[in-house]
């Protein structure tokens, strides 16, 4: 089986402990990788050698740390097939589909940060004739990159790249069940030029090296992105020392069509914000809101729609689903298909899992299932599945459709549908959401806020935000008399 290993102070590294985590293929149900199951001790390894590398990384010019960036972003695309195919087998998803979004998105995170070490600049206040402030950005130190198993590399390099542009040390955590690509991408850095210490990826349990990376009284800040309840964890874990968070949590986020929508395109993008990476995507649609006139017209289209996506094996063209992540997470997902009927949901499509044949047989397939008939308030229509489970429900007018989409305690996106712009702009702004499309979901420009409101998140990141994020403000203030 094939093994991956940490990378600390510019070498692969065996976990101190020799204990190891089988990785598995969703689409297959077998293990075939193993990976560290870090303990302090490599963590140890890992914050000594990102102590030692950040004052000389702190000290490199900004142009010099976008060239090494964008080195890493060459490699990245000259092995884009390489990694497309590794993230798909050991997440489920499409092969499709990380070739098209997942490792362009590696490569695009990575520019854009090199790019922004460059362009960030801070700001100076003049105080009449008297004196002038300037502030100064200063990288924070040693920071914690946490990320989940949907979008493994994308949401690393997310992080990772702006922390490094800043001029910090990273250590970053992957997730347990998607190690892969970030040990491929740390078999990179050298090529890169990346300084030994400047960025150590340490595999393992979040339980486990995770909280410890949290307990860590040397790192300056904590970038997560995972559940809401994890995000809690962090939150009271670092409660009273005082570090930088930043946590990307959770969603349940409404998609609002109203009856003069653009019909095809409309059905066409709410089925993609729906099911795209069979609903594992934070910004899914997962509460399809319909206005009264068209509900029924829309619910027969959609469901016809939902009912041809393909579900097969993720590395065979023309799959439009993969697998889910975990046998526990397919559970997960179907136990939730049965309480939306406990509480008196109808299943429309789907509702079971999907078995497929050959090399897939023990797969943890699950069919796009939509579910009508529940109200707002039910655990169905409040609590997170993640998976290609969406409900739909009718709307009478514009405010109602606001209200159901607030009814929830998260706030991560919306999206909004239809022909009266002004009407969608007036929704736009009063749906509590960090972000709200408007006639198209999942449209990101790098250097747009991302992030939510209430239990979905705090802070944000996207461009210079996430430059904020990992760097500390000091004014000073000259006075010229
Ligand atoms: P998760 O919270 O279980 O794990 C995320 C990461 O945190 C993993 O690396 C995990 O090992 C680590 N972790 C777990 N417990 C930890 C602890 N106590 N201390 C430190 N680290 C710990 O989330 P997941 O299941 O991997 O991902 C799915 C969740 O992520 C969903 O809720 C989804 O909505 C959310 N998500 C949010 C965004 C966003 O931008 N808001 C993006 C993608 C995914």
Redesign the pocket.
């Known amino acids: 089986m094939e093994k991956i290993y940490n990378y600390i102070d510019g070498d692969v590294a065996a976990p101190a402990e020799d204990r190891w985590l089988d990785v598995f293929e969703p689409a297959t149900g077998q293990a075939y990788a193993r990976a560290p199951d870090s303990s302090a001790d490599d963590l140890k390894k890992a914050m000594s050698a990102a102590q030692s590398a950040f004052d000389p990384w702190a000290a490199t010019s900004a142009a010099e740390r976008g060239r090494v960036l964008n080195r890493l972003a060459n490699l990245v695309e000259e092995r884009a097939a390489e990694f497309a195919q590794a993230e798909s087998v050991d997440t489920g998803k499409p092969l499709r589909l990380a070739e098209s979004v997942d490792i362009p998105r590696v490569a695009a995170n990575l520019r854009f940060y090199a790019g922004a070490a460059e362009h960030f600049a801070s700001e100076s206040h003049a105080m009449g004739q008297d004196a002038i402030n300037y502030t100064l950005r200063e990288p924070l130190g040693v920071v914690a990159c ?6 493994p590399l994308y ?1 690393l390099s997310w992080k990772i790249a702006p922390a490094l542009a800043a001029g910090n040390t990273v250590i970053a ?5 998607t190690p892969m690509t970030a040990y491929l991408f740390s078999r990179l850095l050298s090529r890169a030029n990346v300084p030994p210490g400047v960025l150590n990826i340490v595999h ?4 486990g090296v ?2 410890a ?2 307990d860590q009284t040397e790192i300056a800040a904590i970038s ?8 809690k ?2 939150a009271k ?1 670092t409660a009273g020392r005082f570090k930088k968070l930043s946590l ?4 349940k986020n409404p998609t609002v069509v109203f009856a003069d929508c653009d019909w095809d395109r409309t059905l066409d993008q709410t089925l993609r914000a729906a099911f795209t990476n069979q609903g ?4 899914c649609g997962s509460r399809i809101l319909v206005q009264n006139e068209v509900y029924e017209r829309f619910r027969e289209d959609f469901v016809a729609r939902a009912k041809q996506l393909v579900v097969g094996d993720p590395l065979v063209n023309g799959s439009d689903q993969g697998a889910l ?1 975990s046998a526990a ?1 397919r559970d997960k997902v179907l136990d939730c298909i049965q309480l939306a009927q406990d509480e008196g949901g109808e299943v429309l499509c789907g509702g079971t899992p999907v078995n497929l044949p050959g090399r897939c047989a023990e797969g943890w397939f699950v069919a796009p299932t939509v579910i009508e008939g529940l109200p707002a308030q039910c655990r169905t229509n409040q609590e ?1 599945i ?1 998976g290609p489970v969406v409900t739909i429900m009718p709307f009478d007018d514009e405010d109602e459709a606001i209200a159901l989409s607030n009814q929830s305690t998260y706030g ?1 996106a919306a999206s909004i549908w239809g022909s009266d712009v002004t009407r969608c702009l007036r929704v736009a702004r009063r749906i509590e959401a960090g972000l709200v499309w408007v006639n198209t979901w999942m449209m990101r420009d790098l250097r747009t806020p ?3 409101m209430k239990q ?2 705090m802070g944000r ?1 996207g461009g210079f935000e996430s430059m904020r994020f990992f760097t500390e403000p000091k004014n000073v203030c000259v006075r010229y008399d």
């Not at 946490?146 to 979008?151: A, V, Y």
């Not at 955590?173 to 069940?177: A, D, F, G, R, W």
């Not at 997560?224 to 995000?231: A, I, K, M, R, W």
């Not at 594992?280 to 910004?283: A, D, G, I, K, S």
């Open positions: 946490i990320s989940p198993w949907n979008l949401l955590k992957p997730s347990e069940l393992g349990r979040g339980a995770g909280q990376l949290v997560f992105t995972g559940g809401t309840s994890t995000g964890q962090i874990s990307e949590m959770g969603g594992e995507v934070c910004l992540i997470h997170e993640f991560l991302m992030g939510g979905s998140g990141e």
